[in-house]
């Protein structure tokens, strides 16, 4: 195969981005519908926290399980699911209620992101791991971009049960499309594979996927600290109203979404460790001046450089993890890995974060944030010491993109 499956590729971006979009729609409003019906701080947390623990819990079981069965029943039954929580939101009135949707969608989530991400792995011609994986992650980007601010704007032209209707009429416009145009099962790659997935055991010893898993971990971390103490830093110490403060948290998102795609290609013409490393660094440094800097418009810069370092790093990453679960017939399991990474990550640098800034300051979770990070790059450059599918140079694929 020297070319990926467009039909299938669009199928899948467009699942992904419908998916985001529709839960980037309803997050921001949650809190304040919560509120509303009398929710208090600890079940406010509760809401966002039921849908982390089930995501995190579900993501290496469906991720394996899709290399068993197949990817396309979890794509459509997790879109389905998708479309239930939606409506399931504008029924509930009470917060018990929000509390278990919030858990089931998380489950959804386990069930979709990284089987979509390990089927485009299974359809992605060796050496152009990273222009495909670049392009596909867009999607996520997009729907991460989009989501709240359409979802602010049908709240306020509209309602919340709007807001709510959007998120499952484009879960199920994704379902539509992934019921009708993804093959058969029987025909998807990882059912005609010659030999077993490998074991658990190996591929959680595996030092490439060692590797992989802690700078995924930092990253994560990194983003936990800024989405949850970067809005509290811009309203205590520079009084900024909810736009500006918004534009702060997202603009990091975008930066690193438009680098995908460029960064992706130039993934599969030099080292992808070093692009790893060299990201790494820039975000390092960009946690660490959210830190020294005291103006709205230096934080900008610092989110910017934020969503380079990103924007340099995770394309390499996600074509490093594609050779990895190729190389180990472990894609599924190698996604998943690596989303619970994602997850645990951005949990655990909140909360890690939020006891350091209680025991010296506020601006104290960025630098920290910093160490965690080095930590994780050091974990990386010790396990990873070798690429072993480094590309080689090669030309663009005109036929795809």
């Not at 205590?236 to 979404?257: D, F």
Request: charged share 10%; proline share 5%; glycine share 12%.
């Amino acid at each position: 195969m020297t070319v990926v499956d467009k039909r299938i590729f669009t199928t899948l971006f467009f699942s992904l981005f419908t998916a985001v979009t529709g839960v980037g729609i309803v997050v921001p409003l949650l809190p304040v519908y919560a509120h509303d019906i009398g929710a208090g701080g600890l079940y406010i947390g509760l809401i966002f926290g039921a849908f982390s623990i089930s995501r995190s819990l579900f993501l290496p079981y469906f991720g394996r399980l899709s290399d068993r069965k197949g990817r396309k029943p979890f794509i459509v039954v997790g879109l389905v699911a998708y479309a239930a929580v939606s409506f399931a939101f504008m029924l509930t009135e009470d917060v018990s209620g929000l509390i278990i949707i919030r858990f089931f969608q998380g489950i959804a989530s386990a069930m979709l992101m990284p089987v979509c991400q390990a089927y485009i792995g299974d359809i992605t011609p060796k050496g152009r791991e990273g222009t495909v994986m670049g392009t596909f992650n867009v999607a996520m980007f997009s729907g991460l971009t989009i989501g709240p601010v359409l979802g602010g704007l049908i709240n306020d032209r509209f309602s919340l049960d709007a807001a709510f209707a959007a998120m499952g009429f484009l879960s199920v416009a994704g379902f539509v499309m992934s019921l009708c145009f993804l093959p058969a099962v029987e025909k998807e790659q990882v059912q005609q594979r010659q030999r077993p997935a490998t074991q658990w055991r190996h591929l959680m010893t595996d030092p490439s996927i060692v590797a992989l898993f802690s700078i995924r971990w930092g990253y994560a971390a990194c983003i936990g600290i800024i989405w949850g103490f970067l809005p509290v830093l811009a309203s205590s110490e520079l009084q900024l109203a909810s736009a500006p403060t918004g534009l702060l948290v997202t603009l990091g998102v975008m930066v690193s979404g438009v680098m995908h795609i460029p960064i992706g290609a130039l993934a599969d013409r030099m080292s992808r460790r070093v692009l790893v490393i060299g990201g790494s660094a820039v975000i390092v440094s960009a946690v660490a001046a959210f830190y020294w800097t005291h103006s709205y418009y230096g934080l900008l810069i610092a989110s910017m450089v934020f969503g380079l370092g990103g924007g340099i790093a995770m394309p390499a990453q996600m074509a490093l993890a594609v050779s990895a679960g190729s190389r180990l017939d472990a894609m599924g399991a190698v996604m998943g890995v690596l989303t619970l990474a994602h997850s645990v990550g951005m949990l655990a640098g909140a909360v890690l974060a939020g006891g350091f800034m209680d025991m010296f300051s506020l601006r104290a979770a960025f630098p920290f944030g910093g160490l965690l990070m080095t930590a994780s790059l050091v974990v990386f450059v010790v396990f990873h010491k070798a690429d072993a599918a480094t590309p080689t140079p090669r030309p663009a694929d005109p036929e795809f993109i």
